[in-house]
């Protein structure tokens, strides 16, 4: 099986001919721009695929394994064919109506496909072959898809946009021309984070993909030529002709090998560019490097000794441990009674603290496509912390991940912004680099419950830092209204992650071990996400600039209540209500059933 692309642009101008992975070269280039991609699959000798549409909506397509044929143009609407290794050809619409210049829309039958002519396929009917004519100029006929399952030939359409469609969100993060004219600022963020990359490689392997990429074009036009001229050659002239054309496909297929074997050595090195932290992230290579910026409030105080969260929550019957491990397994838990009811209120009081501040209400889903994880940069670096399902989606660990999802590919006006999100969403995380860490208890859990505040702002590194201090204020106010002390801290370069440019953490105390154990964190990103997903706005002068994206925890649930529990327990054991929270959980204090 053979994959190639012809991309060209709006004047049928040759792009980019050549493998799929050829494509990611020109993202950046022609990313905008009215361009065809054909995709073919060979098997045998007959071809049973190809595409044609906006690179610039590809998300859409791809998000209704949907293809379109024909040279675009103004009004047009992209329409779904996929050639069939029988002969035939199905059609569907993509939208519920249809206009034409001169035209009306087409009847319908009652589920909404346009019919394009009844017979058997013999007589040009519904399964017919379309005609030259009608392939040049998409649209025109249409017949009823009534596949249940999807075909061999959807399939494969459905792995050839995955991986385009996976180029465009997560081969563009910085971009390689600032890498190329900052080359030392880019190592000098890369040493901050304590992340190993060869720039100086990179840069190297930038320039011999693009002399390669040349090299292909160059002799894929001489072979044309030469194909040309093998048609009008005859007898000695046309044998020396099919020699010298064998002979240059024998040397494009090497270079053609010699530039994938680059282009993977290129994308690599692409993907292990971090984002360039804020000058002032303090030095450091750990987390017990991270600087402290303040604290609030004391550590509570108790004249009898404190219980830790786990006999405490057993003894009043709000939490089922064993039952737990035997239906999830290792750190599996079931809150019950007055445990699910705090955990309840927890979530309604924020969902009402936080909508004060302004935001958007989402519940957003966990089940999120893998490109995605690249476009926020927990892949390929948290491949070992994600849990993966049978059909090569990802379980999110935050609502960060589909929030920024929720945008991808578009482009916003300056009057929308900032976007303000308040999501609520399952969470999964496998924690894997915390073997022996926090083995009982809520501390460290697979499956959690999270509010994510999320914005997209102007691309200005004033309003990336002003959002920054007000999604992590946010969250301070909102532990301040519980009442429990806190510390807030800054991410050194070493902890900071490779997309962050610059991250705090807020910190809880945790009476029984007697130390502050994390609860929330807030980051900023510049660009580096938006690049990825390719999230746009027109400024005020008609230029478009990708947004900047900022993400903050308001508070995950069951973690929190670890704290609540240690810091209002009482000397009988019971659990005293924050005060806050009493309206929502029915009572003051949770004592034994």
């Not at 060209?8 to 001919?17: A, S, T, Y």
């Not at 045998?44 to 293809?67: D, F, I, K, M």
């Not at 290579?285 to 009898?304: I, S, Y």
Request: charged residues 30%; aromatic residues 8%.
């Amino acid at each position: 099986m053979s994959i190639t692309l012809d991309v060209r642009g709006e004047n049928n101008e040759q792009c980019v001919r050549g493998s799929v992975s050829d494509h990611l070269l020109h993202r950046g280039r022609y990313g905008g721009s009215r361009i065809q991609q054909r995709a073919q699959r060979t098997v045998g000798s007959q071809p049973v695929l190809w595409r044609t549409c906006r690179l610039r909506e590809l998300h859409a397509h791809y998000a209704r394994r949907t293809v379109s044929v024909g040279r675009p143009r103004a009004g047009d609407v992209r329409r779904h064919r996929i050639r069939q290794a029988g002969g035939g050809e199905r059609e569907r619409p993509l939208h519920n109506a249809r206009r034409r210049r001169g035209r009306q829309p087409h009847r319908r039958d009652s589920a909404g496909w346009e019919r394009r002519r009844s017979g058997s396929p013999e007589q040009g009917g519904d399964a017919a072959p379309l005609r030259h004519s009608e392939r040049r100029n998409s649209g025109s006929r249409v017949e009823p898809d009534r596949t249940p399952r999807p075909t061999e030939q959807e399939n494969l359409l459905r792995w050839v946009l995955s991986f385009i469609y996976g180029a465009v969100y997560y081969f563009d993060m910085l971009d390689i021309k600032f890498i190329r004219e900052n080359a030392d600022v880019v190592k000098a963020g890369a040493e901050k984070k304590h992340i190993k990359v060869d720039i100086d490689r990179l840069l190297t392997a930038d320039d011999e993909r693009k002399q390669l990429r040349q090299d292909i074009d160059a002799k894929k036009a001489e072979q044309n030529r030469r194909s040309n001229e093998i048609q009008r050659a005859q007898g000695e002239e046309r044998a020396k002709l099919l020699e010298a054309m064998k002979q240059l496909k024998a040397g494009m297929a090497e270079t053609e090998e010699r530039y994938k074997v680059v282009m993977e050595e290129w994308q690599k090195l692409m993907l292990a560019v971090p984002n360039v932290p804020d000058m002032s992230v303090p030095e450091g290579e750990t987390d017990a490097d991270n600087k402290e910026l303040k604290r609030w409030g004391a550590p509570t105080a108790f004249d009898f000794e404190p219980k830790g969260h786990v006999e405490l929550m057993t003894a009043l019957d709000m939490v089922d441990f064993e039952r737990g491990i035997k239906a999830h397994g290792f750190r599996g838990y079931f809150l019950k009674n007055d445990g699910a009811l705090l955990s309840w209120a927890i979530w309604n009081y924020a969902r009402e603290f936080f909508l004060k501040k302004n935001f958007n209400p989402f519940i957003a889903p966990a089940i999120v496509n893998k490109e995605f994880f690249y476009g926020t940069g927990h892949l390929p670096g948290d491949a070992a912390d994600i849990f993966q399902t049978q059909d090569d989606q990802y379980l999110a660990g935050t609502a960060e991940v589909p929030m920024m999802a929720y945008h991808a590919g578009e482009v916003l006006t300056q009057e929308e912004l900032p976007k303000r999100y308040l999501a609520f969403s399952a969470c999964f995380r496998r924690e894997a680099g915390s073997h022996g860490k926090d083995v009982t208890g809520l501390i460290r859990v697979h499956e959690f419950y999270k509010w994510e505040q999320l914005v997209l702002c102007e691309a200005s590194h004033d309003e990336s830092v002003k959002f920054h201090e007000e999604l992590n204020r946010n969250t301070e106010e909102f532990i301040e209204s519980l009442k429990i002390s806190y510390r807030q801290l800054e991410i050194c370069g070493g902890d900071l992650k490779a997309a962050h440019v610059r991250s705090y953490d807020i910190e809880l105390w945790v009476p029984k071990e007697e130390t502050y154990r994390e609860i929330a964190s807030a980051s900023y990103y510049h660009d580096f996400q938006t690049r990825r997903f390719n999230i746009r706005y027109k400024d005020a002068e008609g230029k478009l600039r990708y947004v900047h994206s900022l993400n903050a925890t308001a508070i995950p649930t069951p973690r929190i209540l670890v704290s609540i529990v240690e810091n209002y327990q009482q000397a009988d054991g019971s659990i005293k209500v924050p005060d806050v929270l009493v309206p929502y959980v029915g009572k003051s204090h949770i004592t034994k059933p």
